[in-house]
């Protein structure tokens, strides 16, 4: 009977080390998956320019909403906003200057979803053409914002433009939206257009 007590606790302490030896095995894989993870955003961002900015975008006008007859407070929203930025993106020396920002957002469940397109003069007077996804965490301000960007297109030296990023701010009790945008964008893009 005690052998087999003791064979039992050697079956339990066996498996106890296969399980423990298999997450460490597991650990290792991760740690690996994570590394190769991050030598690949390292060796996509070569080549890049990073670039951030500031904009402040005044009340819709206009702005139109259409409501979703499935329950109340879903609705449409489709509106225009005139930009102007506090702290300009730098892009090939050129600095953005003022933009208009169309989109749409769903609001749904005290927050808004949306989706836009911002186009932006340089001082140059060349356009990019950015596209726009995010959400705000309520229906009226103060309350935050936060979302993607992504160059779309550009004028001039900017054809071809790619790169992109992330934006947070908030949108304020008088309906004014302000953010904050940080992001990359590629040189090579631009120049291979020129060819």
Same mark, same amino acid.
């Given at each position: %009977?005690?052998? !087999?007590?003791?064979?039992?606790?050697?079956?339990?302490?066996?498996?106890? +080390?296969? =399980?423990? $030896? #298999?997450? #460490?095995?597991? !650990?290792? /894989?991760?740690?690996?998956?994570?590394?190769?993870?991050?030598?690949?955003?390292?060796? #996509?961002?070569?080549?890049?320019?990073?670039? &951030?900015?500031?904009?402040?975008?005044?009340?819709? /006008?206009? #702005?139109?909403?259409? /409501?979703?007859?499935?329950?109340?407070?879903?609705? @449409?929203?489709?509106?225009?906003?005139?930009?102007?930025? &506090?702290?300009? +993106?730098?892009?090939?020396?050129?600095?953005?200057? /003022?933009?208009?920002? *169309?989109? $749409?957002?769903?609001?749904?469940?005290? !927050? @808004?979803? *949306?989706?836009? $397109?911002? =186009?932006?003069? @340089?001082?140059?007077?060349?356009? =990019?053409? %950015?596209?726009?996804?995010?959400?705000?965490?309520?229906?009226?301000?103060?309350?935050?914002?936060?979302?993607?960007?992504? $160059? %779309?297109?550009?004028?001039?030296?900017?054809?071809?433009?790619?790169?992109?990023?992330?934006?947070?701010?908030?949108?304020? !009790?008088?309906?004014? +939206?302000? @953010?904050? +945008?940080?992001?990359?964008?590629?040189?090579?893009? %631009?120049?291979? =257009?020129?060819?």
């Amino acid at each position: %009977m005690i052998e !087999a007590i003791r064979r039992t606790g050697y079956c339990y302490s066996l498996l106890f +080390l296969l =399980v423990v $030896f #298999s997450l #460490s095995l597991a !650990a290792q /894989d991760s740690d690996r998956e994570k590394e190769k993870e991050e030598s690949a955003r390292k060796a #996509s961002a070569k080549g890049k320019v990073g670039v &951030s900015g500031s904009v402040r975008c005044g009340k819709p /006008d206009p #702005s139109y909403s259409i /409501d979703v007859p499935d329950r109340p407070g879903h609705s @449409l929203i489709i509106s225009r906003r005139n930009c102007t930025w &506090s702290e300009p +993106l730098v892009i090939l020396g050129a600095k953005t200057k /003022d933009g208009v920002a *169309t989109g $749409f957002a769903e609001r749904m469940e005290g !927050a @808004l979803h *949306t989706h836009g $397109f911002d =186009v932006d003069t @340089l001082d140059n007077g060349e356009k =990019v053409t %950015m596209q726009t996804s995010g959400q705000v965490n309520g229906e009226k301000g103060p309350v935050e914002a936060r979302g993607r960007w992504g $160059f %779309m297109r550009g004028t001039g030296k900017f054809k071809g433009i790619r790169g992109g990023g992330t934006y947070e701010g908030k949108l304020d !009790a008088d309906d004014v +939206l302000t @953010l904050k +945008l940080e992001g990359a964008y590629d040189p090579a893009a %631009m120049a291979a =257009v020129k060819k």
